[in-house]
C-alpha cells in the first residue's frame, strides 16, 4: 500500500557525516576568532572556509590530480586579503544575513572555478 516490499530490501548506505566534518574543521577557527575578540569576522571566515570545503567534497572525485588542489589554494589565497579589506558594517542586523549570500555566491565561484580548471587540465583521450 505504501510502497514498502519486504522481498526488496535496499541496500543501506552508511551514513554521511560530512556536515559534522566540517563543523569539527571550522569550529576552532571561529573560535581562534572570538578570542580574538572578532566575533564577526569569524563567522564570516567560518562560513566561507564551510562553503569551500563542502565544494571540495562534491568535487572530490578529482581529488588525485595537481591542478585540483592547485585551484583550491589559488582560491583560498584569493581569500585572505578580502576578509581584511572588507569592513562589514556594525549595524542591528544579524552578521548572517549580509554574510550567508557571498558566502553561497563564493560557493559558486569556487564550483566554476574548478570545473574551469578541469576544463582547461583535462587531457582529451583520443
Given amino acids: 500500500m505504501f510502497g514498502y516490499d519486504d522481498d526488496s530490501a535496499e ?3 552508511p551514513a554521511d557525516y560530512t556536515g559534522l566534518k566540517i563543523l569539527a574543521i571550522v569550529l576552532p577557527v571561529f573560535l581562534v ?3 580574538l575578540g572578532n566575533a564577526d569576522m569569524g563567522l564570516t571566515v567560518t562560513i566561507v ?3 569551500i ?3 571540495i567534497k562534491l568535487r ?3 581529488r588525485k590530480h595537481v591542478w585540483f588542489w592547485a585551484t583550491v589554494v589559488v582560491v583560498l589565497a584569493l581569500h585572505v586579503p578580502l576578509f581584511f579589506i572588507v ?4 549595524t542591528s ?3 548572517i544575513a549580509y554574510t550567508m549570500p557571498f558566502g553561497v555566491a563564493d560557493f ?3 564550483l566554476g572555478a574548478i570545473g574551469l580548471a578541469e576544463k582547461i587540465f583535462q587531457r582529451t583521450k583520443d
Avoid: D, M
Fill in 11 to 13: 541496500e543501506t548506505k
Fill in 33 to 35: 576568532f572570538i578570542f
Fill in 49 to 51: 572556509l564551510g562553503l
Fill in 53 to 55: 570545503i563542502f565544494a
Fill in 60 to 62: 572530490w572525485n578529482l
Fill in 87 to 90: 569592513h562589514w558594517p556594525h
Fill in 93 to 95: 542586523t544579524p552578521t
Fill in 108 to 110: 559558486l565561484i569556487t
